[in-house]
Nanobody, 124 residues
């Protein structure tokens, strides 16, 4: 079956960097656009970043533009989220998701598969 497994979360200080990974299995990875979402306590899930199937197009939430970079390695069936200049407002559970198309939806409901999430906590 399809599995998306996130890793790389943890506790860091404000200003630090962190790289999240999302390892996919059970699907043709290159046929899916990939997205990263996050959900902070008491808040709705929000789109963070997305990349098209061949990395030709990327999309970012305004709150992370210039600080986060999404990338993917289709040979490894893995998607990454490089996060820098982290602030306490970035504290959340981060999820990766896969959407079988060339588009990069910013609405979570359109994605076909989800990982279990990885916690990122940024202390001030």
């Amino acid at each position: 079956q399809v599995q998306l497994v996130e890793s790389g979360g943890g506790l860091v200080q404000a200003g630090d960097s962190l790289r999240l990974s999302c390892a996919a299995s059970g699907l043709t990875f290159s046929a899916y656009s990939m997205g990263w979402f996050r959900q902070a306590p008491g808040k709705e899930r929000e789109f963070v970043a997305g990349t098209s199937r061949m990395s030709s197009v990327t999309s970012y939430a305004d709150s992370v533009k210039g600080r986060f970079t999404i990338s993917r390695d289709n040979a490894k069936s893995t998607c990454y989220l490089q996060m820098s200049s982290l602030t306490p407002e970035d504290t959340a559970v981060y999820y990766c998701a896969a959407f079988r198309s060339f588009a990069i939806p910013t609405t979570g409901g359109r994605y076909d598969y989800w990982g279990q999430g990885t916690q990122v906590t940024v202390s001030s």
